[in-house]
């Protein structure tokens, strides 16, 4: 261990003892992550395409552990200006610190969902460091999945539980707490906007497949970029065959390759460099042979650099 971790608690100045308290708490978070699934990675990279526009006024946690120990909710969207409006109506409910619960379509929705959601909430509002620091007038919960329980549903409505949003696919969840809660069900949200939403299932329509391929074409800033990527291979492994559809046509072929350019220029960049690693040992080894030279010396002729040197000597003798 380092000199910092061996130091007596009692040596500490207060300031150390928080910097070490906050670096004990990062290692047991990660200890204790669960490893996401490929849903949330899917769903994670659509978040962040479209909170991107807010840029630095809104910040994405995830696997945020809401207190000292978990529970952890699966995303925590912070708004950081009271009076930024969020464009998108699946968002208009959002506050400053929004809870986000994700359900995949083969996860379970039902009141136990719901009732894990508010207990979220809750301790995140009792959990908070200082009194006051999270207002629950500023918290919201909200829960994704791409088809609602129907049987659920009605049973909520009748109790009063339940009611429609201003959108289609939006339902205000009423009388489990004092907090304004939604429950977003991705497959019946309507509009272009929301065509990556609905097509994060493993039945997606063809069309809005097509929409959030066209949705990332031409798209300049990697950060996107990257989204758009793990958004697309998601759904692409989710629906073989509307995806293998979809590219049969020539532009939207052309399209998915722009999204995908920099992963092949990656890959072939690093082939190339393969390739020229082997040709250059290859020369070392011939002039090794023919000049009968120690390996060094068969480097520094063709100026092979000092910090390179190793890892060609590791090449030569395989």
Not at 13 to 29: F, G, M, N, V
Not at 204 to 222: C, K, N, P
Not at 240 to 257: F, K, S
Request: glycine share 6%.
């Amino acid at each position: 261990m380092g000199s910092r971790a061996q130091e007596a608690p009692d040596n500490m100045t207060p300031e150390k003892k928080k910097e070490r308290i906050a670096q004990l708490r990062a290692e047991l978070k990660e200890l204790q992550a669960v490893p996401r699934s490929d849903w949330h990675a899917g769903f994670e990279a659509l978040l962040r395409i479209d909170m991107h526009r807010y840029g630095s006024r809104v910040r994405i946690e995830t696997e945020k552990i809401l207190g000292e120990e978990p529970p952890r909710a699966d995303y925590l969207v912070l708004k950081g200006e009271a009076g930024l409006e969020m464009e998108d109506e699946i968002f208009r409910v959002f506050r400053m610190h929004n809870i986000i619960e994700y359900k995949n379509p083969h996860d379970n929705l039902n009141e136990r969902t719901l009732r894990k959601a508010c207990g979220y909430a809750n301790f995140y509002i009792a959990a908070a460091e200082h009194e006051g620091d999270v207002p629950p007038g500023e918290v919201t919960i909200s829960i994704f999945r791409a088809a609602k329980n129907a049987q659920l549903f009605r049973e909520m409505e009748a109790r009063g539980r339940l009611e429609r949003g201003t959108a289609p696919g939006i339902y205000r969840v009423l009388g489990l707490s004092d907090l304004p809660w939604q429950i977003v069900v991705t497959g019946e949200l309507e509009g272009p906007e929301y065509a990556a939403y609905r097509a994060l299932t493993d039945c997606a329509r063809e069309q809005d497949v097509g929409q959030v391929i066209s949705r990332s074409a031409g798209e300049a800033d990697y950060a996107m970029r990257q989204h758009y990527r793990v958004l697309l291979d998601l759904i692409a492994k989710k629906n073989p065959d509307v995806v293998e559809r979809i590219r049969r046509d020539r532009d939207m072929a052309v399209t998915w390759m722009d999204i995908f350019k920099d992963d092949i220029d990656k890959k072939i960049s690093m082939a190339e460099a393969v390739k020229e690693q082997e040709t250059k040992a290859f020369a070392i080894r011939r002039i090794m042979e023919n000049l009968k030279l120690p390996a060094e010396q068969a480097m520094e002729v063709l100026e092979i650099p000092e910090k390179q040197r190793s890892m060609y000597a590791g090449l030569i003798n395989k």
